[in-house]
């Protein structure tokens, strides 16, 4: 029997991401092509421990998601799990909108079920997994999914093949909660889409609704959009809620020109598998 494990935990890009007004649970709906990224990744180790212990820069102990996905896994096992130490290797920046955080935790949970040899299947792990947060289902899962609902509702998506992202790190960090108090004040939201863009590649297919608020939060993104624009990208989006930049391209060798004319802090990404769960 396996001491430890260890697996990756990319980051993510939503495509797009539509908002839609604030309901009465204080959520707002989401509709976003989500795809997980081949290129920027975090490493997370599970190993069985004399006691449970988290350790990751900047957010050790109780306070990373990782320990609220052991919590959630057993309250889906139904029983308390032997102690287990996660360790993680961080390189998705924080702050920044590629769900590192809820990567982390996704590849927490599979790596402990794995471990330990637990009984649960891939629809056990997401639902562990909507325990934790919004994204974590979908960083269980992986490839592309059109996300609805607070953005556990997916549904398997196709991304063209030529899909290459060029992410660059956040100028300032910039927390959920204010980019969506930012919106709430600015934004004129109207109920998201049930369905995907028709095409990609389409004008107007790729939009993030966040970015005017993320804008009015760190004024400094629009000089970051306008040089990554500079690079002739297909497009340019801001990730998630910021404050990571993506400049989207259609060829990989266009992309890693790009890259090497921003500099070494770029990550080029391609669309990682669906994950084997």
């Known amino acids: 029997m396996a001491d430890e494990l260890t697996l990756t935990a990319p980051a993510k890009l939503n495509l797009c991401l539509r908002v839609g007004p604030v309901g009465a649970d204080g959520f707002h709906p989401l509709a976003s092509l989500m795809v997980a990224l081949d290129g920027l ?7 069985r421990a004399a006691r449970r212990e988290v350790r990751c820069p900047g957010i050790d102990g109780p306070g990373n998601l990782a320990w609220a996905a052991l919590d959630a896994l057993a309250a889906e096992a139904g029983e308390p799990l032997p102690p287990l130490a996660v360790e993680i290797g961080k390189r998705i920046p924080s702050e920044a909108g590629l769900g590192g955080g809820s990567s982390d935790a996704a590849a927490t949970l599979v790596a402990a079920r794995d471990l330990l040899g637990l009984p649960l299947d891939a629809a056990a792990l997401e639902r562990a997994a909507a325990r934790v947060g919004s994204d974590v289902p979908f960083l269980v899962r992986g490839g592309a999914q059109w ?23 956040p100028v300032t960090g910039l927390s959920t909660p204010r980019v969506y108090r930012a919106f709430d004040r600015i934004a004129r939201p109207v109920a998201p889409p049930a369905d995907p863009p028709a095409a990609l590649w389409t004008a107007g297919w790729a939009v993030n609704d966040l970015w005017p608020a993320a804008l009015a939060c760190a004024p400094r993104l629009g000089a970051v959009a306008r040089s990554l624009r500079a690079l002739r990208p297909v497009t340019v989006l801001l990730c998630g809620s910021g404050g990571a930049m993506a400049a989207l391209f259609d060829r990989e060798e266009a992309a890693r020109e790009a890259a090497g004319r921003w500099g070494p802090d770029a990550a080029v990404c391609a669309p990682a598998p ?4």
């Open 41 to 47: 990744c975090d490493t997370v180790t599970v190993r």
């Open 147 to 169: 996300a609805t609902g607070r953005g556990e509702r997916l549904r398997p998506v196709d991304v063209p093949a030529g899909l290459w992202a060029v992410v660059v790190p």
């Open 274 to 277: 669906l994950r084997a769960v």
